[in-house]
């Protein structure tokens, strides 16, 4: 059972949270799900926010924010999933995103996850494609 009460949010730039944020997508990303590391670091995140979420000092879900709204590589850790963790790193994205006078926030979710962006207010847009051999669609969210 986790304590959200020791649950901290952090924003800040690549230089700042790359080393926990990296931590997660390899493990998520490149391990789990089998996606290429040449595929998984591009030059967005020199250039995003991200957000990291810690339970005590340990990193266990992450996302990023880019300059044009696009929310992306959303992960939490496995042994953490299934606790909501997913749901408070979006609504600090979306919370952010509002301070930050965005009108709207867009992504390309993974298909299995369409119901999880649904329930956070995001609308599906357009048709299935493979990313990186996962099917995606993209969802927007007016702010």
Not at 1 to 23: C, F, H, P, Y
Not at 64 to 81: D, E, I, Q, W, Y
Not at 92 to 110: G, M, T, W
Request: hydrophobic share 45%; aromatic share 8%; with cysteine.
């Amino acid at each position: 059972m986790l304590n959200s009460s020791i649950l901290r949010i952090v924003s800040g730039t690549w230089d700042d949270l790359a080393a926990q944020a990296k931590e997660i997508r390899e493990a998520v990303f490149i391990q789990e799900q089998n996606i290429a590391a040449e595929d998984e670091w591009d030059k967005q995140d020199a250039i995003s926010i991200h957000f990291v979420v810690y339970e005590q000092d340990h990193a266990i879900a992450t996302a990023r924010l880019l300059a044009n709204n696009s929310v992306g590589r959303v992960a939490v850790l496995k042994s953490h999933r299934g606790l909501k963790i997913g749901q408070q790193l979006m609504q600090a994205i979306v919370d952010y995103a509002k301070a930050d006078h965005r009108e709207a926030l867009k992504l390309s979710s993974q298909v299995h996850a369409i119901g999880f962006y649904q329930a956070l207010g995001f609308r599906v847009q357009g048709d299935e494609y493979l990313d990186c051999g996962i099917p995606h669609i993209d969802m927007y969210l007016k702010l």
